[in-house]
């Protein structure tokens, strides 16, 4: 007889990702509106690069429940609006 281990499905492919989206969520709910972040300005906050904050958001957008990332625009650096849904 084998044990069958059920696992839940995750968003997030790494731990980097699971922590960025954490962080995300925490900073949306905080300012109780839509979030405009940078990832040169959050880079720090995080134990990220920029750019690992950029491929882990195009990762994760569409696929973290409750946040809404979106690719906003581009000046210098790419802007994701972030939203709690």
């Known amino acids: 007889m084998s044990t069958n281990t059920s696992t ?3 968003p997030y492919r790494s731990r980097k990702a699971k922590r ?3 962080y995300l969520r925490a900073e949306a709910e905080r300012a ?3 979030l405009y972040v940078k990832g ?3 880079a720090d906050d995080v134990d990220l690069s920029p750019k690992e904050i950029g491929a ?8 973290v429940p409750g946040l809404e990332i979106e690719k906003w ?3 210098s650096a790419t802007t994701w609006r972030i939203a709690t849904c």
Do not use: C, M, R
Not at 56 to 63: K, P
């Open 8 to 10: 839940v499905e995750s």
């Open 20 to 22: 960025l989206a954490e």
């Open 32 to 34: 109780d509106s839509d």
């Open 40 to 42: 040169k300005f959050i």
């Open 56 to 63: 882990l958001l195009s990762q994760l957008q569409g696929n």
């Open 73 to 75: 625009s581009y000046t």
